[in-house]
């Protein structure tokens, strides 16, 4: 999509919202790396699963996501092909 079409639908107030509702950083981060879809198929499978976490948290009701930690450095050494440790 062009840049003007997204301002006119508002998209950086959308994606300043959501990253207000970001928990982590890495949530934080994602979130700056979303771009909208042109593609039907890419779009209808993001709502099938909005649609399933919607059903999920209905039926059993929030999730019990506490405090997260920045894991970013483990992440990095597994794709490194390191070894992580409960430490």
Do not use: C
């Amino acid at each position: 999509m062009n840049e003007k079409t997204l301002r006119v639908l508002e998209y950086p107030k959308i994606m300043e919202s959501l990253r207000d509702q970001a928990v982590s950083s890495m949530a934080k981060a994602r979130v700056g790396s979303l771009r909208p879809s042109r593609d039907a198929q890419e779009v209808q499978g993001w709502m099938a699963e909005t649609t399933e976490a919607v059903s999920v948290i209905l039926h059993k009701g929030a999730l019990p996501l506490g405090s997260f930690y920045d894991v970013d450095a483990a992440v990095h050494l597994a794709m490194k092909g390191g070894t992580l440790t409960m430490k």
